[in-house]
């Protein structure tokens, strides 16, 4: 009610939770004011922009063993942006989460160059907005997840004639699976525009928020209980 309101900006204000009480997967705050401080004047981090229209593109990457993922790019454009009857994808979710301050939005127009854009015509279409695929010289079940991700950054610079993220402000790895450097579902770096995903992580929308949370500035939550995922009241925490 405090963000719908206006009372509470996101990624600026920070609300004062002394008091609060810890059950379960539920935080109870304590009754009357709730104070809230801004984050500005180096006391805190500002998150990155989580309001306004949001472009983000999605890269099926398929390696030199032509490992991939076996959905098509239709069906990837669908299981992240949403489209026919999925109504709970990372498009929706972040729209209803930021109370509809944030739409991901897969038209380009309005924030590439026209240069730019006459190469994203080339490899992303219409019948899968948002999804483009790149195929890299190495073998993933052969080298690490630095190497990979490398690898894959390199070849769409090369196929868009830009360097990542240009006009795009998240973009997302979709693997086949993983195979060395492993124990991870997912992995973003925080305040950054770069997201991976491996095996069928990519079109679960927990995972998607989550490492997205990570491009927005935002850590892991919890810590109340001395644990980094303990607060499963939010998508950080899980």
Not at 9 to 38: F, H, M, V, W, Y
Not at 85 to 96: A, E, H, I, T, W
Not at 187 to 213: I, M
Request: net charge negative.
């Amino acid at each position: 009610a405090m963000v719908g309101s206006g009372a509470v900006e996101l990624g600026i204000d920070q609300i004062d939770i002394q008091g609060a009480q810890r059950s379960g997967n539920t935080i109870t705050l304590p009754n009357g004011k709730i104070n809230t401080r801004k984050a500005g004047g180096g006391g805190g981090r500002r998150l990155a922009k989580v309001i306004g229209k949001k472009p983000i593109l999605v890269v099926k990457v398929i390696d030199s063993n032509d490992l991939k993922r076996a959905e098509s790019l239709e069906e990837i454009s669908k299981d992240i942006f949403g489209g026919d009857d999925d109504l709970v994808n990372l498009k929706s979710q972040l729209f209803g989460c930021s109370f509809e301050a944030l739409e991901v939005t897969t038209d380009y127009s309005a924030f590439a160059t026209s240069t730019q854009m006459n190469k994203i015509n080339q490899y992303v279409t219409a019948t899968a907005p948002g999804v483009m695929e790149a195929t890299i010289d190495i073998d993933i079940t052969q080298n690490d997840r630095a190497t990979v991700r490398n690898a894959v950054t390199a070849e769409v610079n090369r196929l868009l004639g830009f360097s990542l993220p240009g006009p795009f402000e998240q973009v997302m790895y979709v693997l086949e699976n993983c195979y060395v450097d492993c124990g991870w579902a997912a992995y973003a770096y925080v305040n950054s525009w770069l997201s991976v995903y491996q095996g069928n992580y990519y079109y679960q929308t927990g995972v998607q928020v989550h490492e997205l949370g990570h491009n927005f500035n935002l850590g892991h939550s919890g810590g109340l209980d001395g644990y980094t995922y303990s607060d499963h009241t939010c998508m950080m925490g899980n």
